[in-house]
């Protein structure tokens, strides 16, 4: 089993800055792609970003792209998100996830592990 725990998350005003983590442990953590999503209040849960474990090549949904960056620490075994120029619609609980095959990085329905999520909130 692979356990994932996100933190980072937290309280900040419109156009700021928060860095979140996602670090795995269990088994040998080898996954094809690791993603973030989010859930917003009211919303179904939706992609933001992802990054290929091996090769680190990364997939961003377009409301987040050039503001989010995503990377990885493969001794640490441990995901980044970077959140820059943070907006009210950013807020949501954001989720970790990681599937160990590839296919669609964007559809939540094809990852295998889950973290329990970290809330972020952007104050207008």
């Known amino acids: 089993q692979v356990q994932l725990v996100e933190s980072g998350g937290g309280l900040v005003q419109a156009g700021g800055s928060l860095r979140l983590s996602c670090a795995a442990s269990?088994?040998?953590?080898?996954?094809?792609?690791v993603g973030w999503f989010r859930r917003a209040p009211g919303k179904e849960r939706e992609f933001v970003t992802a990054?290929?474990?091996?090769?680190?090549?990364?997939y961003y949904a377009d409301y987040v792209k050039g503001r989010f960056t995503i990377s990885r620490d493969k001794d640490k075994y441990t995901v980044y998100l970077q959140m820059n120029s943070l907006k009210a619609e950013d807020t949501a609980v954001y989720l970790c996830?990681?599937?160990?095959?590839?296919?669609?990085?964007?559809?939540?329905?094809?990852?295998?592990?889950w973290g329990q999520g970290t809330q972020v909130t952007v104050s207008s």
């Open positions: 996830a990681a599937r160990y095959y590839s296919g669609y990085y964007f559809d939540h329905r094809e990852y295998n592990y």
């Open positions: 269990g088994r040998t953590f080898s996954p094809y792609y």
């Open positions: 990054i290929t474990w091996s090769g680190g090549q990364t």
